[in-house]
């Protein structure tokens, strides 16, 4: 009987030997124009850059992609993703890849090729300059899988359609800049995002962030209403691709603040389509417990 | 987490025979291993969330002496694993390994003095301290703990009555502490009930148990002043289980041991399972 125990003690020591979990973590795959303009004149070329992301979040490193234009009088397209705008009015640039089940995956972005008067280009561009700043009720709104923007030069009304999240954004000030390294008119579509923080969890967990890009980095801010459980053991914030793992996701800092407005600065190297989530992160549960769509 | 799993034991192992105090130069002892493997988990609000899959193993020596017929010293060494599985991806991504971290634990020191005994009535109280011995930060990511680095005491009353009912003899028992706690961690008070009786000749010992540990929320320790530490703090929790104790000779016993959480707060979700050998001089 002795003999047995131990026997049996033995056993139950083979239990602790570690194991492997499956995690799922599939997320639908992300083409995303990197480089959106608002408009840009006639006669101007422009080269867009799109990135793909595929079902784990991970970037695909150069995709084969296939750039369309709508309409084809309105602009022409290279398959490197360079356009010559031709006629004024509004113009959508598609750009297509072949997802890894053998779907088609598409972004589209929609801008305005406006018409070049008979003044040289920096009268137009300052034309282009004063109808910025004329965008105070500039909307930006994210649907998240088509990805369609559209904008009204008057009204300064953005609008990205793409299938999984939505995201809407009212600006007083628009951030819209003009591509001033060309010199060539082309307003750059607004350098930020805005969006909330969400609980994925049973833990609090809570707030509005702005993701901006100030022409040299990225800075997070987390708005007053801000707000998180301080029971959570070793909370940490990640940028990815993918909100149900760290895997391959960039690890920013140890949350040190529950409550309130705060900021993190992120390192140069990131650019503002990089990531496409904020991930609130428990270590030692190894969870997500909150979630940010940037875009 | 794991301090409150390492004074659970002990409290198990002193609860088991408490009440009635070792005999002057008798002792027990119990070399046991207990086993929990939790993919999910009690949050703060209560609500259970879901979690990667993590274990905690130990292997532990127990043992009570009896210094006069009334007082008892007890000694629990425990050596302690926590690991976390691997992590495979239906994506295809490579594989996260798993991690492990072993060492000795948090040991408990505890001396029981008998306050009262008649007519099938017992009544003891237990002082007992929990030495930091463990490690607070083990692992990679430091969460692989294998104690919480804080010395604590915990002073216990324990009331225990045997009686008859028919030919049936039984025995009930019920404790009620307040666990005082250092560094900033919150103090807690358990109480616990059980009862069992003696089936097959006396062979065989069936007893159940309830258990509860609540946090009286007043430490400082929070994760905003927790200087990088990762921690649990205002860990909650109350069970129902119970042991079955085999005496296969005069002196020799072997258990098993279950326990199940029915509610808690920052802990895991799954039954405890323990086995030990126990040798009675």
Redesign the interface.
């Known amino acids: 009987?002795?003999n047995a125990?131990?026997i049996?003690?033995c056993f139950?020591?083979l239990?602790?030997c570690?194991?492997?979990?499956?995690?799922?973590?599939?997320v639908d795959p992300d083409l995303r124009i990197s480089n959106a303009i608002l408009s840009i004149p006639e006669g101007v070329q422009y080269q867009f850059t799109a990135r793909f992301f595929?079902?784990?979040g991970?970037k695909v490193e150069n995709p084969t992609l296939v750039w369309l234009v709508d309409p084809p009088t309105a602009l022409s397209i290279a398959q490197d993703g360079t356009i010559q705008a031709i006629a004024a009015g509004e113009a959508t640039v598609i750009v297509q890849t072949t997802g890894l089940r053998g779907d088609i995956i598409e972004a589209r972005t929609t801008f305005s090729v406006t018409a070049v008067t008979s003044t040289d280009t920096s009268t137009s561009t300052s034309e282009t300059s004063t109808m910025t700043a004329d965008s105070e009720t500039s909307t930006l709104t994210t649907d998240t899988e088509t990805s369609t923007m559209t904008t009204e030069t008057e009204t300064s009304t953005m609008t990205t359609d793409t299938e999984t999240s939505t995201m809407t954004t009212e600006t007083e000030t628009s951030t819209t800049t003009i591509d001033n390294n060309t010199g060539t008119g082309i307003v750059l579509a607004p350098q930020f995002y805005e969006g909330e923080i969400i609980s994925t969890?049973?833990?609090?967990l809570e707030g509005n962030f702005r993701y901006e890009h100030n022409g040299t980095q990225i800075t997070l801010s987390l708005d007053e209403n801000y707000r998180a459980?301080?029971?959570?053991?070793?909370?940490y914030l990640y940028l990815g691709n993918n909100p149900n793992?760290v895997?391959?996701a960039i690890e920013i800092a140890?949350?040190?603040v529950?409550n309130g407005a705060h900021e993190y600065i992120l390192p140069p190297s990131i650019e503002l389509a990089d990531y496409k989530y904020l991930i609130y992160w428990?270590?030692?549960?190894?969870?997500p417990?909150g979630e940010g769509t940037i875009f | 987490m794991k301090k409150y799993i390492t004074l659970s034991l002990v409290l198990l192992a002193i609860n088991a025979s408490a009440q009635w105090t070792q005999e002057k130069g008798k002792g027990y002892y119990k070399i046991g291993a207990w086993f929990l493997e939790a993919n999910e988990h009690y949050t703060d609000t209560g609500l259970v969330d879901p979690n990667i899959t993590r274990g905690h193993f130990i292997t532990s020596f127990f043992g009570r002496v009896g210094l006069t017929n009334k007082l008892t010293l007890i000694g629990y060494l425990p050596y302690t694993q926590v690991y976390q599985n691997g992590q495979r991806f239906s994506s295809g991504l490579p594989s996260l390994p798993g991690e492990s971290f072993a060492s000795l634990g948090d040991i408990d020191l505890a001396v029981e003095y008998q306050l009262w005994k008649k007519k099938g009535w017992a009544f003891s109280t237990s002082l007992i301290l929990g030495l930091p011995t463990g490690d607070d930060a083990g692992g990679s990511d430091g969460s692989y703990q294998t104690g919480d680095g804080e010395f604590n005491q915990s002073l216990q009353f324990n009331l225990g009555k045997s009686f008859p009912i028919g030919k049936q003899n039984f025995y009930f028992k019920s404790n009620i502490s307040i666990n005082q706690r250092s560094k900033g961690y919150s103090d807690e008070w358990h109480f616990g009930l059980e009862t069992g009786t003696k089936i097959a000749k006396d062979k065989l010992l069936l007893l159940g148990r309830f258990n509860t540990r609540q946090s009286l929320q007043n430490g400082s320790l929070s994760a905003v002043n927790n200087n990088g530490s990762i921690f649990a703090n205002n860990v909650e929790v109350t069970n129902l289980g119970g042991e079955i104790i085999y005496g296969f000779s005069k002196v020799w016993s072997i258990s098993f041991t279950g326990s199940f959480p029915i509610s808690g707060k920052v802990i895991y979700k799954a039954p405890a399972l323990a086995v030990g050998i126990a040798l009675e001089l």
Not at chain 1, 18 to 26: A, F, H, K, M, T
Not at chain 1, 201 to 204: G, H, Q
Not at chain 1, 229 to 235: A, H, M, N, R, V
Not at chain 1, 282 to 287: E, G, H, L, Q
């Open positions: 009987m002795k125990s131990f049996i003690v139950l020591l239990l602790s570690v194991g492997e979990d499956l995690v799922n973590d599939y595929d079902e784990s991970t969890s049973s833990y609090i459980s301080t029971s959570l053991p070793g909370l793992t895997n391959g140890k949350v040190t529950f428990c270590k030692p549960f190894s969870v417990v």
